[in-house]
């Protein structure tokens, strides 16, 4: 079955810090990915998906930026995060289109 | 463009009645219509999903939901709430032609002891 990792569950950074936050899935291969941002446990604004390894779509510009260095890996970074950077982030993959999507657990990033 | 609304930013239901969360939906074809369910600091969690075939589906924890073509509708139902069944629920589109779901805001159902 397919499984969906997402770590680490919580994280508190100083402004100016490096973000890395990984997602792995399991028991697919070629997956759509994911990375949404919930702030104030509300709506959900999408980051960006990867169709592909290397193949990224931005959805907004901002202080992030995410890699998919191989099929079942998707990365999202910062070289300095922002106050306004804090949030649940959460990753996500599909493959058939009529499945929805899988969660990840998520993350939550307090920048202090 | 395929959108979702989810009018209600919360809803209040006493345990034990019924209940239900609205969601309509835009997109230009046929639809793939989905609810999920977040509880505090968790990822979302399938609820249900609409593909085909009946117009009532019926999913986790005792929810259904119907799909009504003609009002663009597919509003989440429990005939009996829980307390546990408080929590943030998101409706999510998808058009057939479409690479990805879009979301509704989420409405966030309270249900009171």
């Known amino acids: 079955s397919q499984t969906i990792h997402q770590w680490p569950a919580t994280l508190v950074q100083p402004v100016g810090s490096p973000l890395s936050l990984e997602c792995t899935v399991e028991g697919t291969s070629n997956p759509n990915l994911y990375w949404y941002r919930q702030a104030a446990g509300r709506g959900l604004q999408l980051l960006f998906y990867?169709?592909?390894?290397?193949?990224i779509s931005s959805e907004v510009p901002q202080n992030l930026s995410a890699s998919r260095p191989q099929d079942r890996q998707f990365i999202l970074s910062s070289k300095k995060l922002l106050l306004s950077d804090s949030g649940f982030y959460l990753c996500a993959w599909s493959g058939t289109p009529g499945y929805g999507y899988t969660f990840g657990s998520g993350t939550r990033l307090t920048v202090v | 463009a395929q959108s979702v609304a989810q009018p209600e930013d919360q809803v209040n239901v006493a345990e034990g009645n019924p209940l239900t969360v609205k969601c309509t939906y835009s997109?230009?074809?046929?639809?793939?219509l989905f609810w999920y369910v977040q509880y505090p600091n968790r990822g979302l969690q399938f609820l249900l999903k609409?593909?085909?075939?009946?117009?009532l589906v019926k999913g986790s924890y005792g929810f259904e939901a119907e799909f009504n073509k003609s009002q663009t509708s597919f509003h989440l139902k429990k005939p009996s709430a829980l307390v546990s069944d408080s929590a943030l629920y998101f409706c999510a589109v998808r058009d057939r032609g479409a690479d990805g779901l879009t979301f509704g805001k989420g409405t966030h159902l309270i249900i009171q002891p």
């Open positions: 609409y593909i085909t075939g009946d117009n």
């Open positions: 997109v230009s074809g046929n639809p793939y």
């Open positions: 990867s169709v592909g390894i290397g193949q």
